[in-house]
């Protein structure tokens, strides 16, 4: 999938996460990870991402991450949310999506 | 026999066998330094214990480097003792002394800069908050904090453990001799429950008030025989901090369902019969199982034979309605809590001692059926902790947790499985406050675990269809949710001890590393 924009999805309500997509000018991936449950949960959380984008095949994007607590499948659903608005794609596949 | 001439120029024996040596007369003032040598005289001033400043009490009590000091803590949030008198202490240039508060709260955050610069070595507390709790967490103190139950604490004051030089306490209203009490005036707090025992026992007792009210005043929780000084400032505490009209009872599905099935529990359990006695602790689930069992009482017509603890407006509701006979009151959270324990007959203010303290010859926890506690986590072994927080940082207070536990007839833990992505049910609790084998039964939203040493609760409990698990099987569902935590950054330095209430040290708090 295609960056075209910044794209961004989720509030910052509690047990929620905030997810903001946009373009790395230079190559690979950027993770900006601000969580209240980063001692403990950080590398999962990277990990998800990590793994929510291969997915959706994304390549060279920045993600900010203003985590308050999300479980994992918020994570993975905002991410995919927040990706999507960024390739500028409307409709979803539901079908296909995790 | 020998004779001798006293004071009063009569002849009296020195020696009399069978009694032994006795001591003539000699002066009324002689022996009795704190006797006022004026008596008798007209123009001078009505005796009293005012003094201007809270310097000149300081400076009067003899305060010096390495003493302790201590400080109660029922203006909660609202405190302002704690921080003016250390500052006060502070600019004297009085150094090293071991601070005794029953507990600190957040608002104690000034107490960062004189732990920096040597004013404050030691702290023993039941409770920490706040920034003060986040930078002791961070290795702010050389000398370990002691957390102690409310109990604990009662116990070792009682003791001389913990001796006090200079007891400085807030009291709502005082007169000029020092009786006081704590449910009238614009700082009211209700019960002095833990106040009461510093007065008792402290070398040197300064009560600091904003309500000076005509002599005597009684009722009165402080006995004027224990004061020394008395000083008025503007005012001791902020109303808002203090205590909240009434406390709201929760709105959160989540905690009002662990409340329902947690006195759906406590009805089946076998100790909720007429006459039984009860506790909850704070927290918006504890607190909200009042609001059930009422209903169950009402319907089945138990009666409670009384309610202990940190009394709110719902138990005050319940007494007023005849449901609890006698309330017992040690912390008073809410203005009608402070109202009632001012005009009902049967609110009675009970001290810490009485509250707690297992060396005594029978606190109260001993009578307790049945208490409800929160907890921030729980372990398979029953174990609770209710002072680190998901993140290491210290963030709660022991306060009667392990006290009321182990003295109840049944200890109910109220908790939600899950908070935000953090399991409350684990393999080993961060922190032990209250040892699992004083733990009966855990709520969660999820189900009911039973500590395998109660299988007569566990019978009953099945037996009325309840949704109960082994703790283990809770831990899994939670785990299930939010996948397993890597353990916490911790580092070598010890940041506090957590004290048993008899004594004994339970667990430490190592530093987090930022």
């Known amino acids: ?98 | 026999m020998k004779l001798v001439k006293n004071a009063a120029g009569r002849e009296i024996p020195e020696l009399f066998p069978g009694i032994g040596k006795l001591e003539p007369f000699q002066g009324a003032y002689a022996r009795t330094p704190l006797v006022r040598r004026e008596k008798g005289s007209r123009t001078l001033p009505r005796l009293n214990k005012i003094v201007d400043t809270l310097e000149q009490a300081i400076l009067k009590c003899g305060l010096q480097d390495g003493m302790t000091v201590s400080f109660h803590h029922h203006f909660r949030e609202g405190d302002y003792v704690v921080n003016m008198v250390m500052d006060i202490i502070a600019n004297l240039g009085i150094k090293n002394l071991t601070l005794a508060s029953s507990s600190l709260t957040s608002c104690h955050t000034p107490l960062v800069e004189h732990i920096r610069k040597g004013v404050i070595k030691r702290i023993y507390t039941s409770g920490l908050r706040g920034v003060l709790a986040d930078e002791i967490s961070h290795g702010l103190m050389d000398t370990p904090v002691l957390i102690h139950s409310h109990g604990g604490r009662a116990r070792a004051i009682e003791t001389g453990q913990l001796s006090i030089d200079v007891a400085f306490l807030g009291v709502p209203s005082c007169d000029l001799y020092g009786n006081a009490n704590g449910f009238s005036g614009k700082s009211a707090c209700g019960s002095l429950g833990y106040a009461i025992v510093d007065a008792r026992h402290a070398k040197k007792v300064v009560l600091i008030t904003d309500n000076l009210v005509d002599y005597p005043n009684t009722p009165f929780s402080i006995d004027q025989d224990l004061v020394d000084y008395i000083v008025i400032v503007d005012a001791i505490g902020d109303p808002q901090g203090i205590a909240t009209g009434a406390t709201r009872m929760t709105r959160d599905p989540r905690e009002l369902l662990i409340a329902e099935l947690a006195s759906q529990v406590i009805v089946t359990s076998g100790y909720f019969e007429d006459g039984f006695s009860v506790q909850t602790g704070s927290g918006g689930a504890a607190l909200a199982v009042t609001r059930f069992l009422r209903e169950k009482m009402l319907e089945r017509n138990v009666k409670a034979s009384f309610a202990l603890g940190g009394i709110t407006s719902q138990i005050v509701k319940m007494h007023e309605e005849g449901l609890i006979k006698r309330i017992l009151d040690v912390q008073s959270f809410d203005l009608e809590a402070v109202r009632s324990i001012g005009e009902n007959r049967y609110h009675t203010e009970i001290d810490a001692s009485y509250y707690a303290n297992p060396l005594n010859k029978g606190c109260v926890v001993n009578k307790l059926n049945v208490v409800v506690l929160s907890a921030m986590e729980i372990d398979t072994e029953f174990n609770v902790n209710v002072i680190t927080g998901s993140d290491g940082i210290i963030r709660g207070a022991s306060g009667g947790h392990s006290d009321t536990a182990i003295g109840s007839g049944l200890s109910v833990i109220v908790a939600p499985l899950v908070r935000g992505r953090t399991p409350t049910v684990i393999d080993k609790v961060t922190t032990v406050i209250t040892p699992g084998e004083t733990v009966d039964v855990l709520v969660t939203d999820h189900g009911v675990a039973v500590n395998p040493r109660r299988p007569e609760v566990l019978e009953r409990l099945k037996a009325a269809r309840l949704p109960v698990y082994t703790i283990e099987e809770l831990k899994k569902k939670a785990e299930k949710v939010t996948g397993i935590p890597e353990p916490l950054p911790f580092g070598k330095k010890i940041v506090a001890l957590v004290e048993y209430r008899d004594g004994t040290i339970i667990d430490m708090i190592r530093e987090i590393q930022p």
């Not at chain 1, 991936?29 to 990990?47: K, T, V």
Request: charged share 30%; glycine share 6%; aromatic share 4%.
């Open chain 1, 1 to 98: 999938m295609r960056i075209l924009h910044s794209g961004t999805a989720g509030t910052l309500e509690s047990s929620d996460v905030m997810i903001t997509v946009e373009r790395n000018p230079e190559k690979g991936l950027i993770i900006e990870l601000e969580s209240i449950s980063e001692a403990r949960f950080g590398n999962r959380i990277r990990e998800v991402i990590t793994d929510t984008l291969k997915k959706l095949q994304v390549q060279d994007v920045k993600v900010r991450v203003q985590d308050r607590s999300a479980l994992d499948c918020t994570i993975r659903a905002r991410l995919t949310a927040a990706v999507f608005r960024a390739a500028g794609i409307e409709k979803y596949p539901w079908e296909e999506l995790e």
